[in-house]
């Protein structure tokens, strides 16, 4: 028989349903040989065509003139804008619509059009996060934003429209009802326990041992209990940090390392899958209390999302996520 | 600039951004050519091969031995089951986990391979949606059944693994939180203005017009002024039937002709596109309650759910629902 786990994060339950009997392995797929070149003459965000990109934010090294390591740059398609005066207006009196006012920007982690996180140096997936807490830091200033949501999609069943590897990060000018349900659950926890719920998790997670995936000094990598997908990776600072935005340099490069390792067991162990992270970070208005803690949440996307997930918000997940992680161990 | 719409409906907002110039043909692709036949040796769903599926609950027409229009079978890699009792444990003392119980079953709309409810006749849709009829009433029966989620994948982006048309219904232990969050909308919409929200929606939909694709006696069938994806669409019966469990045989029928068109012009203007519905509906154990409105939303798969849909809930939706309705309306 299946069983149904309970996210502690969301109150939402996942189905973990195994009798398919798939074995870990089996979300391996043969590595695609794109037959990639180190430079593409078409590609946007490859070094030589910056003028295919709207106006620079950002540039790591800040010296540099030439040579570039990082960009970040406006998204030509902006899911919303810098452009226009934040508008409410009620159609007909009750449909709701609002001018799409916010921040959209990529960041060009490489300029080489071949290159992945889980294949970099660890200086340089460090400075592909001190853009993030760069640009993260400014957008959280604006007090139009909201909500920032930092993500990359890698891969085509993840989304990603341009193979050049890249994030983004959209800070809209409402808060999600997601992100919005997060906080409640978290500052119900802290006010019926005194606790921070994801200080909690992550406890409860290292003292299960299951799930967990590897520790850094400062870092915890694990499948969570309720994964909702297989192979689902959190990874989360040990220390009480509730937003991203005071993650400290030290942190930053010691999570470089973190996230390239994960990346790379991934590719190991599933063939380099398509996959989404997220970045959740404690609202911009609210990000000195105790109540959460930042962490980046990781989804392979080896399964589809269908009716059932989209007509309950209920994923369907067919491994043990205690499975997954000892499989995914092996490629540490 | 992009806009933003709230969905009246769960109040997450939708964005709608149009600066990629999409035109609503952009989204046609090229019927796949999967040269299938109309039987095929291998697949369970089949005629003379209905002892690769568990034992059959219901058949149409009742009395036929042999030859069947419909058949209802319980899912063999369930994601919840019959076995076993309700339970509720704490793993220590944080996580939640409980049995997956309850009920899994595939309607097998037909015993043809290649067939499709677009190409099917009237009288064959009928059939299929009186067994949703039937099997909704006897898992509404149920008292374990907090939640009925009957939905159909259509293709592989839309996550099904078998092509023989099918849908399926589960039954789960738990409301999911998307459910509930839907039913606490109406019932506070109820509670301040004594009216149901589904029918103030169908009611502006139709006064707007611009988003209805057409309507029949008793259906509206409408782009949703907040669609999250292009083309999706909603099918909402005109009176006031909060549960498809009420629904009459005359109203099965007129259905019928009603979805078999509109998916009909999701062919021709689309090209066969992916697509999952979802049937919803008043909580089994509140379907008395004029808060609530059953109905169909049928989400086409034609844009990919990428890591901003995961970390916030809300979509970017590429092409404004009333152009999107201009477009399908010339194929109805």
């Known amino acids: ?58 540039r790591y090294p800040h010296d540099s003139l030439l040579d570039w390591g990082v960009r970040v740059v406006p998204n030509k398609y902006a899911a919303v804008g810098l452009k226009g005066e934040l508008y409410r207006k009620e159609t ?7 001018g799409g006012v916010g921040h959209h920007e990529v960041i060009i982690e490489t300029p080489q059009h071949d290159q992945s996180l889980s294949r970099m140096t660890t200086n340089e997936v460090e400075m592909v996060l001190a853009a993030y807490h760069d640009r993260y830091c400014a957008l959280r200033q604006d007090p139009q934003v909201k909500s920032i949501v930092l993500f990359k999609n890698h891969g085509e069943r993840a989304g990603t429209s341009l193979i050049h590897p890249h994030s983004q990060i959209v800070g809209t000018p409402v808060a999600p009802l997601l992100v919005r349900k997060k906080y409640e659950v978290a500052i119900s926890h802290f006010d019926d326990t005194g606790r921070c719920l994801y200080r909690d998790l992550v406890d409860e997670e290292r003292l299960a041992k299951v799930r967990v995936l590897f520790e ?19 990874i989360a600072p040990k220390n009480e940090e509730a937003t991203f935005g005071h993650v400290t340099p030290r942190h930053l ?80």
Chains 1, 2 share one sequence.
């Open 1 to 58: 028989m299946s069983i149904l786990r309970q996210d502690p994060t969301t109150k939402d339950w996942v189905i973990i349903a195994t009798d398919r009997g798939k074995r870990p392995d089996d979300f391996q797929k043969t590595a695609t040989e794109f037959a990639l070149l180190p430079h593409d003459p078409l590609c946007p965000f490859c070094p030589g065509q910056e003028n295919l990109t709207p106006p620079e934010i950002l």
């Open 92 to 98: 007909d009196h009750f449909f709701r619509e609002m």
């Open 216 to 234: 850094s000094p400062s870092f915890v990598v694990f499948h969570p209990f309720a994964s909702r997908v297989p192979f689902e990776t959190w």
């Open 253 to 332: 490069a010691e999570l470089a390392d973190v996230l390239r390792r994960t990346l790379k067991a991934f590719d190991d162990a599933l063939g380099n899958p398509d996959f989404n992270y997220i970045l959740h970070s404690a609202p911009p208005e609210d990000d000195t209390k105790h109540y959460f803690l930042w962490h980046i949440q990781i989804l392979p996307r080896v399964s589809t999302i269908a009716g059932f997930e989209l007509g309950s918000g209920i994923f369907i997940n067919t491994i043990l996520p205690e499975d997954a992680a000892l499989y995914l161990k092996e490629y540490l």
